[in-house]
Nanobody
Framework: QVQLVESGGGLVQAGGSLRLSCAAS????????MGWYRQTPGKQRELVAA???????NYADSVKGRFTISRDNAKNTVFLQMNSLKPEDTAVYYC???????????????WGQGTLVTVSS
C-alpha cells in the first residue's frame, strides 16, 4: 500500500554534488520521521541522516557539514543534498520512513528499493 521511490543517484566525481529524492505514496496522512541509510558490500546498513516530523535533524559524523536533509510534508517527500562528495560516500542509498499513518493503517517502517551513488576519484 505504501511505497517509497528514490531518485537522483548516479555517477559523480569527487568534490561534486548530487540531490536524492524520495517520494512516499499511498493515501498517507502523516509520517513521523524520514531518513536516508546507505550500504556498501560487506558492511551493515548505516544511518546517514534523519529528520523528524518536527524538523529535528540528525547526521552521521562522516557527512556533517556536507549533507543536508529536508522534507516536504505536503508532498510526502524527503531530500538529501550531498555536497563535497568523497569516494567513501559510494554506496546504495535507501530511503526510510517511520510511523507512516494512512487512511487504513499504520506502518512502523517502510523502505525504498535504493539508489546507487558512485563517487569517482
Amino acid at each position: 500500500q505504501v511505497q517509497l521511490v528514490e531518485s537522483g543517484g548516479g555517477l559523480v566525481q569527487a568534490g561534486g554534488s548530487l540531490r536524492l529524492s524520495c517520494a512516499a505514496s499511498g493515501n498517507i496522512r502523516s509520517i513521523g520521521a524520514m531518513g536516508w541509510y546507505r550500504q556498501t558490500p560487506g558492511k551493515q546498513r548505516e544511518l546517514v541522516a534523519a529528520i523528524t516530523s518536527g524538523g529535528l535533524t540528525n547526521y552521521a559524523d562522516s557527512v556533517k557539514g556536507r549533507f543536508t536533509i529536508s522534507r516536504d510534508n505536503a508532498k510526502n517527500t524527503v531530500f538529501l543534498q550531498m555536497n563535497s562528495l568523497k569516494p567513501e560516500d559510494t554506496a546504495v542509498y535507501y530511503c526510510n520512513a517511520e510511523g507512516v499513518v494512512t487512511t487504513r493503517r499504520r506502518y512502523s517502517e517502510v523502505w525504498g528499493q535504493g539508489t546507487l551513488v558512485t563517487v569517482s576519484s
